[in-house]
């Protein structure tokens, strides 16, 4: 079955530190990646995605996800967090069958920021 | 105004009432979607439209009836509700459908 697994549903770091959210998927096809961040009561903001080519990939306020086939893992990561980083984080994913990309959500992360 | 906006922000309504929920994309895009966001659910695809045409209904009750009058307008009428129905309403959408989504503020519905 399809699956997202996001397995820390809330992690606390201190500004300054270095952050990696984990992301695990279950998916028969080539997948397509992305993480989102949504603040509260907000919408979702597109951080990064991944199609094809460089498995390491870079996307806004910093941050950086690494796609590993090998390990079905799409990690976040960024070197040093800032106290507005504080929000919840989600992992997609999807394919290009036909002509809808439906995307499987994980249940999210949500990330708290000490001062 | 830029992005995918959605209008009312916050909706209280009684399980009786018939309300509608608009969103509206300044992208230029194609595909719009809908989504249902429940505490401690991974977000759900509610209904899928493309150039205007639906091209997903993903079992939703009847008591929620999507609109889609051109490709930068998407309605989602409600009516005779249910508690369980509370939830974020996400629009969202997409140069092409099988193309990245930009997800709207969403509107904050409370049935009682």
């Known amino acids: 079955a399809q699956s997202v697994t996001q397995p820390d549903i809330h992690i606390t770091v201190s500004e300054g530190a270095s952050l990696e959210l984990r992301c695990n998927y279950s998916?028969?096809?080539?997948?397509?990646l992305f993480w989102y961040v949504q603040s509260p009561g907000q919408g979702l903001q597109l951080l990064l995605k991944y199609f094809s080519g460089d498995t390491l990939v870079q996307g806004i306020k910093g941050f950086e996800a690494e796609f590993k086939r090998s390990q079905s893992s799409f990690n976040l990561r960024k070197p040093s967090v800032h106290w507005s980083d504080a929000a919840e984080y989600f992992c997609a994913v999807g394919s290009n069958a036909g002509n809808n990309r439906k995307l499987i959500w994980g249940l999210g992360t949500s990330l708290a920021v000490n001062p | 105004e830029t992005g995918v906006t959605q209008t009312p922000r916050h909706l209280v309504m009684g399980m009786t009432n018939k309300k509608s929920l608009k969103c509206e994309q300044h992208l230029g895009h194609n595909a719009m979607y809908w989504y249902k966001q429940s505490a401690k659910k991974p977000l759900e695809l509610m209904f899928v439209y493309n150039f205007k045409e639906q091209t997903e209904n993903n079992s939703v009750p009847s008591r929620f009836s999507p609109e889609c009058p051109n490709s930068s307008h998407l309605f989602l009428h409600l009516h005779t509700l249910q508690p369980e129905d509370s939830a974020l309403y996400l629009c969202?959408?997409?140069?092409?459908?099988?193309?990245?989504?930009?997800f709207g503020p969403g509107t904050r519905l409370t049935v009682l």
């Open positions: 969202a959408s997409s140069p092409a459908a099988a193309d990245t989504q930009y």
């Open positions: 998916y028969g096809a080539t997948p397509y």
